[in-house]
């Protein structure tokens, strides 16, 4: 243990006009020191602050007890509870411009950070041992990527966030062919190590409620870390796997994590299930039931140790239904991809991985047809926000001249799948599992060890 606690950069706001509370007193790199209400703007590519415009400003608090808030910061972005709040954070703000707009920066203790996290993934009075587990992932998913952690070659910078349209164009019968694939990742991020929202993990400062089970539990995995081969695991996680958890390539970079593979959420496979889910008629079969799992659950204590007040809005996601017409889901994907498909004749699954989730998705309209993929495009194009996941079969009815008027999609699960599915380790505290036991539940083949 030579590594010393490391410091971050997190992302939290972007905007013209970034009003923040200074609550004590900060000294500014402009060599003044400042305390209370301020206000900065974004002026011609600069920093505009007291009557000056500044390449970049950093507010450090003159004594550890000090803290700030920012104004109105946007929490679900894309979500369907996307909503603005006041969030007060810990450490130093930084001010940068970004994208011709101002960024606010909070660079943070990485446990300081995961206080946070804990408190902002799920509620602060889960179970001690999930609360542990969830400070183990949390904080190798952030390190995988430091300096703690060097990464072995650059395939990461090679593939990350690419789409691939080689074969995107208009075909001789007028349609657009081909594939639309796209994939998110982290690495999006190139001013900051991380941001505040879903798109990396849920980080909002002290605002959510901690508890001393929280702070225990971040103390007693201090430094602790999920390892392979040598490595910091890429630690992912999700709201409900639906039974299985998702290979990591199936969602993000062609890259294969051995400890990010498929895991059946349950002490025993279910019976009268064949267990291939790439398998379009197996997928039918697992999606339209309900087998028992870890995180096949409605016990609302368990929940609430998960999901925080927004996230209880959702009452189903083990199994959902969405409906949609053809009016509906016509002009949902057009809005949502940008492409006017005309009707939608047809939803057809081309390839499914390890949990069912839809990797590709052709969508057949009487003016294009195109392959959409990974899972989290798919969702974008089906939805508002984001379906709840991508583990969906597709039902038809009402054909009027081969065109059908409504459109029915059965789903399994809330989220990506992969790694950790945290209303299943839930489940898994509150049935005695341990920390430890719970992680290697779900990173099959990965061990613990503390780094710093």
Same mark, same amino acid.
């Given at each position: 243990?030579?590594?010393?606690?490391?410091?971050?950069?997190?992302?939290?706001?972007?905007?013209?006009?970034?009003?923040?509370?200074?609550?004590?007193?900060?000294?500014?790199?402009?060599?003044?020191?400042?305390?209370?209400?301020?206000?900065?703007?974004?002026?011609?590519?600069?920093?505009?602050?007291?009557?000056?415009?500044?390449?970049?400003?950093?507010?450090?608090?003159?004594?550890?007890?000090?803290?700030?808030?920012?104004?109105?910061?946007?929490?679900?972005?894309?979500?369907?509870?996307?909503?603005?709040?006041?969030?007060?954070?810990?450490?130093?703000?930084?001010?940068?411009?970004?994208?011709?707009?101002?960024?606010?920066?909070?660079?943070?203790?990485?446990?300081? #950070? /995961? !206080?946070? %996290? @804990?408190?902002?993934?799920?509620?602060?009075?889960?179970? =001690?041992?999930? $609360?542990?587990?969830? +400070?183990?992932?949390?904080?190798?998913?952030?390190?995988?990527?430091?300096?703690?952690?060097?990464?072995?070659?650059?395939?990461?910078?090679?593939?990350?966030?690419?789409?691939?349209?080689?074969?995107?164009?208009?075909?001789?019968?007028?349609?657009?062919?081909?594939?639309?694939?796209?994939?998110?990742?982290?690495?999006?991020?190139?001013?900051?190590?991380?941001?505040?929202?879903?798109?990396?993990?849920?980080?909002?400062?002290?605002?959510?409620?901690?508890?001393?089970?929280?702070?225990?539990?971040?103390?007693?995995?201090?430094?602790?870390?999920?390892?392979?081969?040598?490595?910091?695991?890429?630690?992912?996680?999700?709201?409900?796997?639906?039974?299985?958890?998702?290979?990591?390539?199936?969602?993000?970079?062609?890259?294969?994590?051995? #400890? /990010? !593979?498929? %895991? @059946?959420?349950?002490?025993?496979?279910?019976?009268?299930? =064949?267990?291939? $889910?790439?398998?379009? +008629?197996?997928?039918?079969?697992?999606?339209?039931?309900?087998?028992?799992?870890?995180?096949?659950?409605?016990?609302?204590?368990?929940?609430?140790?998960?999901?925080?007040?927004?996230?209880?809005?959702?009452?189903?996601?083990?199994?959902?239904?969405?409906?949609?017409?053809?009016?509906?889901?016509?002009?949902?994907?057009?809005?949502?991809?940008?492409?006017?498909?005309?009707?939608?004749?047809?939803?057809?699954?081309?390839?499914?991985?390890?949990?069912?989730?839809?990797?590709?998705?052709?969508?057949?309209?009487?003016?294009?047809?195109?392959?959409?993929?990974?899972?989290?495009?798919?969702?974008?194009?089906?939805?508002?926000?984001?379906?709840?996941?991508?583990?969906?079969?597709?039902?038809?009815?009402?054909?009027?001249?081969?065109?059908?008027?409504?459109?029915?999609?059965?789903?399994?699960?809330?989220?990506?799948?992969?790694?950790?599915?945290?209303?299943?380790?839930?489940?898994?505290?509150?049935?005695?599992?341990?920390?430890?036991?719970?992680?290697?539940?779900?990173?099959?083949?990965?061990?613990?060890?503390?780094?710093?």
């Amino acid at each position: 243990m030579n590594a010393v606690e490391p410091i971050i950069n997190v992302g939290i706001l972007s905007s013209n006009t970034i009003n923040f509370v200074l609550n004590g007193e900060f000294i500014c790199s402009n060599g003044q020191v400042y305390s209370g209400q301020q206000t900065a703007e974004y002026n011609d590519g600069k920093v505009f602050f007291d009557e000056e415009d500044f390449d970049e400003l950093l507010f450090e608090p003159a004594v550890e007890t000090a803290s700030f808030d920012l104004i109105d910061v946007v929490i679900g972005i894309n979500f369907h509870w996307e909503r603005k709040e006041n969030q007060r954070f810990k450490g130093a703000l930084q001010l940068s411009v970004i994208s011709e707009q101002l960024t606010a920066i909070n660079r943070i203790k990485v446990e300081d #950070y /995961l !206080t946070s %996290v @804990i408190s902002s993934e799920m509620s602060a009075t889960a179970s =001690d041992e999930l $609360l542990k587990a969830h +400070a183990v992932i949390s904080r190798s998913w952030l390190l995988h990527a430091s300096p703690l952690n060097p990464p072995k070659g650059d395939l990461k910078n090679q593939v990350s966030n690419k789409i691939d349209n080689t074969n995107f164009n208009s075909s001789p019968s007028g349609r657009l062919g081909g594939a639309y694939i796209k994939w998110y990742e982290r690495d999006a991020h190139t001013h900051f190590d991380v941001c505040a929202d879903d798109h990396c993990q849920r980080y909002q400062g002290i605002t959510r409620a901690t508890t001393n089970a929280v702070e225990a539990a971040i103390q007693i995995t201090r430094g602790e870390m999920l390892m392979y081969d040598g490595e910091i695991c890429d630690a992912r996680f999700s709201k409900s796997c639906g039974g299985a958890s998702e290979t990591f390539e199936n969602c993000w970079a062609p890259e294969h994590h051995p #400890y /990010l !593979t498929k %895991v @059946i959420d349950n002490p025993e496979a279910p019976e009268g299930f =064949d267990l291939d $889910l790439t398998i379009e +008629a197996n997928a039918q079969k697992w999606i339209r039931q309900s087998p028992p799992a870890f995180c096949n659950t409605t016990d609302k204590k368990v929940l609430e140790q998960v999901l925080n007040n927004y996230d209880q809005e959702t009452t189903d996601f083990y199994r959902w239904k969405v409906d949609y017409s053809q009016a509906e889901i016509a002009e949902l994907l057009a809005r949502r991809s940008g492409i006017d498909f005309g009707e939608i004749i047809d939803l057809v699954p081309i390839v499914r991985g390890e949990s069912g989730r839809l990797i590709k998705l052709k969508i057949i309209g009487t003016k294009q047809t195109i392959v959409v993929g990974k899972e989290l495009e798919i969702r974008k194009w089906l939805s508002n926000s984001h379906l709840y996941s991508s583990a969906f079969v597709i039902d038809k009815f009402d054909l009027v001249n081969g065109i059908p008027q409504r459109f029915t999609l059965t789903g399994a699960g809330w989220g990506h799948g992969v790694g950790l599915c945290q209303i299943g380790a839930a489940v898994m505290g509150e049935k005695g599992y341990k920390y430890d036991e719970i992680l290697l539940h779900y990173f099959r083949g990965a061990e613990l060890k503390r780094m710093y």
